[in-house]
């Protein structure tokens, strides 16, 4: 099993320029997150999707668009992105009636100048 | 707002030490509290998790301590290893809820 896979692993962006990132799970799980992690601001959930064919707004959703493409993928969209958007964004998923353990990817880092 | 308030930021302890941080929440509906481990270029990884109706739970050199009561939990990391540097958050989930509520971390370095 690859756990949680994520696509691409660096990226640099200019202001304005749009891309998405792509995560993956080969674990069967129902829930997908999308986090972003900044210095001494811990980890902060952008978007989730509970199960397959539900999104829900994070603590941090503004200027990010998320699609649950199918019970393994789960899409991560910066239409427009700005400076504010350089971080570190994990990918994460949990089953059902194990909430409190959730598996995470090893990151996308992007910056965007 | 923040709702699971973690210290200290940063830490550094002697080999073979004890390393200490320190979790307290406000909401009571909080029903689970994990503990994470993350490694410097890599995801975080689920350390160790304990329900509130247990005072402690121990597993190798690691101790979660639960006060209900004060609302706080800790993380205890006996005989602390160079390889236990990395970076901890403590977390608290909700029943009926999918996601996590996650600390702000603590970064620890075991000194040789």
């Known amino acids: 099993n690859a756990g949680v896979t994520q696509t691409p692993k660096f990226q640099v962006l200019k202001t304005g320029q749009s891309m998405t990132l792509q995560c993956a799970q080969d674990?069967?799980?129902?829930?997908m997150y999308w986090y972003r992690q900044d210095p001494g601001m811990g980890l902060r959930l952008i978007y989730y999707s509970a199960s397959e064919g539900t999104t829900d707004k994070g603590e941090v959703p503004n200027g990010y668009n998320v699609s649950r493409l199918n019970k393994r993928e789960f899409s991560l969209r910066l239409e427009s992105a700005a400076p504010s958007q350089t971080s570190v964004y994990f990918c994460?998923?949990?089953?059902?009636?194990?909430?409190?353990?959730?598996?995470f990817g090893p990151g996308t880092r992007l910056t965007v100048t | 707002q923040q709702q699971v308030k973690q210290s200290p930021q940063s830490l550094i302890v002697q080999k073979g030490g004890i390393s200490i941080i320190n979790c307290a929440y406000e909401?009571?509906?909080?029903?689970?509290f994990p503990w994470y481990q993350q490694f410097p270029g890599k995801g975080p990884a689920l350390l160790i998790a304990?329900?509130?109706?247990?005072s402690e739970k121990k597993e190798g050199r690691f101790t979660i301590s639960f006060n209900k009561s004060a609302k706080q939990f800790s993380l205890h990391i006996m005989d602390s290893q160079p390889g236990d540097s990395a970076t901890y958050f403590c977390?608290?989930?909700?029943?009926?809820?999918?996601?996590?509520?996650f600390g702000k971390g603590t970064m620890l370095l075991v000194s040789p």
């Open positions: 304990i329900r509130p109706d247990v």
């Open positions: 674990m069967n799980h129902n829930s």
């Open positions: 994460a998923s949990s089953e059902q009636g194990r909430r409190y353990e959730q598996y």
């Open positions: 909401n009571t509906a909080f029903d689970y």
């Open positions: 977390a608290a989930s909700i029943k009926g809820y999918s996601t996590l509520t």
